[in-house]
């Protein structure tokens, strides 16, 4: 604490820095126990027969948010893995991540650096049909780029390993950068996969779509069944909460930590307060009782014996021998109640 009782600026910013963090995890787990809320609160409806049904009644042929399960299957063309024989798909994605390592001046160590270079998504048109063949409905799956997760399988990943000259080592040395290589990857959402949606269901004319939600709610195209998607949220959920409460608590621990250090300065202000008028009202007595002398050199706290005592490092005198030796540990100054490190005997001739 700085004179006054103020904090200093060192705690006034881990105050700040901490209340600051706290208010952000609660701001991110409010928003996740939402969407986490949210799913939970999904309609479950079943890919049969019965959905047109379902959105015929439905307040303006639309489910706002709805789960739904079934295998994916093109609509027309299908997409080809580039380095899989026979790979059908309808989302394919190519990857180019750079790898190197980079030195870090700081703590003088190589760290790993990944970077994508260049990245593809291609789509096709494609539906989430029934497991069971022969049920004739279909759900056409929109936008599906848009989802939050969107669950492709890597089908192809290779390492192309730098060739480096002697010359182009020493460069790397001295330029603080060493590439190792270019991985590539290939990912697909193949033809057959299940897949869960959730999202807004509508019915368009003859076609029931599935889109993303228009309340802000995420819109997912997992893999996952739906109790798997609903367990994984929450736990996200309780991970966020976990981490607010820790932060919480260290922020009403230094808020305590301030509080009891401006409460301990506060009492030692009033005690010296309360020390300096009973000194001014001791002297009053003395000098009534003595005619109105008062004793120059009396020691400020017995006000009978002579000031004998220089305290360092503030230097006052004030004090006998005795009343020093009476002071209660840690002792400090009666004058400016700074602590006393060592006494000085002070000899008057």
Known sequence: MEGGGRPSAAQAVLLTASTAITALLYSVYRQKARVARGLEGARKVRLDGDLRAVLLEAPGRCVPYAVIEGV??????????????????????????????????????WNDYEKIIHQRTNTAPFDLAPAEAGAGVTVRVMKPLDAVELSLETVYEKFHPSVQSFT???????????????????????????????????????????????????????????????????????????????????????????????????????????????????????????????????CVVCLSSTKSCVFLECGHVCSCHECYQALPEPKKCPICRQGITRMVPLYNS
């Open 72 to 109: 994916v299957q093109s609509v027309k063309e299908t997409l080809s893995s580039q380095f899989v024989e026979n790979c059908k798909g309808v989302v394919q994605r190519l990857t180019l991540q750079e790898h190197k390592m980079v030195w870090n001046r700081t703590t003088h160590l």
């Open 168 to 298: 182009d080592v020493i460069g790397h040395y001295i330029s603080g950068e060493r590439p190792k290589g270019i991985q590539e990857t290939e990912q697909m959402l193949k033809v057959g996969t299940a897949l869960t949606g959730v999202g807004e269901l509508v019915l368009d004319n003859t076609t029931i779509k599935l889109q993303p939600p228009k309340q802000g709610m995420p819109y997912y195209l997992s893999s996952l069944d739906f109790e798997s998607l609903l367990q994984k949220q929450e736990s996200g959920v309780r991970f966020w909460k976990i981490l607010t409460m820790v932060f919480g608590f260290a922020t009403c621990a230094v808020i305590f930590f301030l509080l009891r250090k401006q409460y301990r300065h506060h009492r030692e202000r009033q005690h010296l307060r309360q020390m300096q008028e009973e000194f001014r009202q001791a002297q009053e007595r003395l000098m009534n009782a003595e005619g109105g002398e008062v004793l120059k050199n009396a």
